[in-house]
């Protein structure tokens, strides 16, 4: 499974797009790229996955460029209720155990 | 969505006793059922796979003994923290697959905060 990098941690106010950038050079063929959102004491939440080019949608964005060795998520005009920790990984579509390897994932925060 | 439920919520047991931990799929089948741990202010880290009617594989370093995992149908896992100590306290977190789906119809539960008294 490829490793991915992220920001520890990012800041912004309600109101304004956020974009997380996650960088995965060592990203396979079979690989997708997936996001999940985590808050305090939850389990994560499915948020959105792609495998080129670009995808969304009703929560978020996710923009892959054509070498698929970085993807950056964008969420639109943030609220207070967006601040949790996003996490990359990177999984293999269809595999057959499909286990889920999280990485250290970005803490967003929004201030009002 | 599919919901994924866990038993107890949260959950305080003196040390040296036992704890067991259910995750329920409960609108859809999961053949395979994953356990993960996630201390304060650190990432999940994979626990275990959970195969309906098989054993289930345990990561690197994780103790089979010790984290007993028994995934007895197709809409439950149970984890059983044994003789816990203190230094199991943690957060529990379980997620199933959705069989009919792609890989990424992975669903998670709420989470089972252990403390080890």
């Known amino acids: 499974l490829a490793k991915t990098t992220q920001p520890i941690s990012m800041d912004s106010y309600e109101g304004q797009e956020v974009n997380i950038t996650c960088s995965h050079n060592?990203?396979?063929?079979?690989?997708?790229i997936t996001w999940y959102q985590q808050f305090p004491s939850q389990g994560p939440r499915f948020i959105i996955q792609g495998y080129k080019t670009k995808v969304t949608n009703e929560v978020a964005s996710l923009f892959i460029p054509a070498d698929r060795k970085s993807s950056t998520l964008s969420l639109p005009r943030v609220s207070l209720s967006d601040t949790a920790v996003y996490y990359c990984?990177?999984?293999?579509?269809?595999?057959?155990?499909?286990?889920?390897?999280f990485g250290k994932g970005t803490k967003l925060s929004v201030k009002p | 969505g599919a919901v994924v439920s866990q038993h107890p919520s949260r959950v305080i047991c003196k040390s040296g006793t036992s704890v067991k931990i259910e995750c329920r799929s409960l609108d859809f089948q999961a053949t395979t059922m994953f356990w993960y741990r996630q201390f304060p202010k650190q990432s999940l880290m994979l626990m275990a796979t959970s195969n309906e009617g098989s054993k289930a594989t345990y990561e690197q370093g994780v103790e089979k003994d010790k984290f007993l995992i028994n995934h007895a149908s197709l809409t439950l896992s149970t984890l059983t923290v044994t003789s816990a100590h203190p230094e199991d306290s943690s957060f529990y977190i379980c997620?199933?697959?959705?069989?009919?789906?792609?890989?990424?119809?992975?669903?998670f539960g709420p989470g089972t905060r252990l403390t080890v008294t």
């Open positions: 060592n990203i396979a063929t079979n690989d997708y």
């Open positions: 997620s199933a697959r959705d069989q009919g789906a792609g890989f990424y119809e992975q669903y």
């Open positions: 990984l990177v999984v293999i579509y269809g595999g057959s155990q499909g286990n889920l390897i």
